[in-house]
């Protein structure tokens, strides 16, 4: 009916703290497989891979910041001479990554600005 207000349902006020500790462990696992599904199906694997790579190259454990995706991403470019490219599609990957692992969202705007300027050098014959 119009103007009628929905009931919410609250959660019950007699849970324990463990058992919403244990109830957080659950979200939180179930929130990590939700968003592991988010990466394209045919080229999970290639997503995971170049992400552990870069995880590898930067030897960190926790998030990586944007100075260690610049590092790898010059390093991608001036030693293994890959083009700007193939280079915005592993940048795509790694913040796939550091997206769906810590779920936080990623503004790189330096890194951005260097694969810009390497597009620009490479297509004047650079």
Do not use: C, N
């Amino acid at each position: 009916m119009p103007g009628r207000k929905r009931k919410v349902p609250t959660p019950s006020s007699d849970s324990s703290s463990s058992d919403s500790s244990s109830t957080s462990s659950e979200k939180s696992k179930k929130v990590k497989a939700i968003i592991a599904d988010l990466l394209p199906s045919k080229s999970r694997k290639l997503y995971e891979k170049t992400y552990a790579d870069f995880l590898s190259f930067a030897k960190i454990k926790g998030q990586p910041s944007e100075s260690d995706i610049l590092l790898y991403m010059h390093d991608l470019a001036e030693i293994k001479k890959l083009g700007y490219k193939t280079l915005w599609q592993r940048y795509s990957m790694i913040k796939s990554g550091v997206q769906a692992r810590h779920d936080t969202k990623v503004d790189h705007r330096r890194v951005t600005a260097y694969l810009k300027r390497q597009e620009e050098w490479l297509k004047k014959g650079g």
